[in-house]
């Protein structure tokens, strides 16, 4: 999960802030981890479906605005 989330913020910010900001991230999960007491389970996070989802409604506004995908009546 961890190596996905670095490719797609290494795309979107630069190799510092990805580098940067992966760290923050395995912080906060091992803060979370050490004050529960609790063990690390891989979420197995699938970020390319996440960012489909997230960006498929703004992108269908987008062809449709631009006649790409005509709107029926």
């Keep these: 999960a961890f190596q996905e989330k670095f490719k797609s913020l290494l795309v979107r910010r630069g190799r510092k802030r990805a ?3 992966l760290a923050h991230k395995i912080l906060k999960i091992i803060f979370v981890l050490l004050s529960r007491g609790d063990y690390y389970r891989d979420a197995a996070t699938n970020y390319e479906k996440l960012t489909v ?7 269908m506004k987008m062809l449709k605005k ?5 709107v029926a009546a």
């Design 53 to 59: 989802e997230r960006n498929a409604p703004r992108w």
């Design 19 to 21: 580098i940067f900001a």
């Design 66 to 70: 631009y006649g790409y995908i005509t």
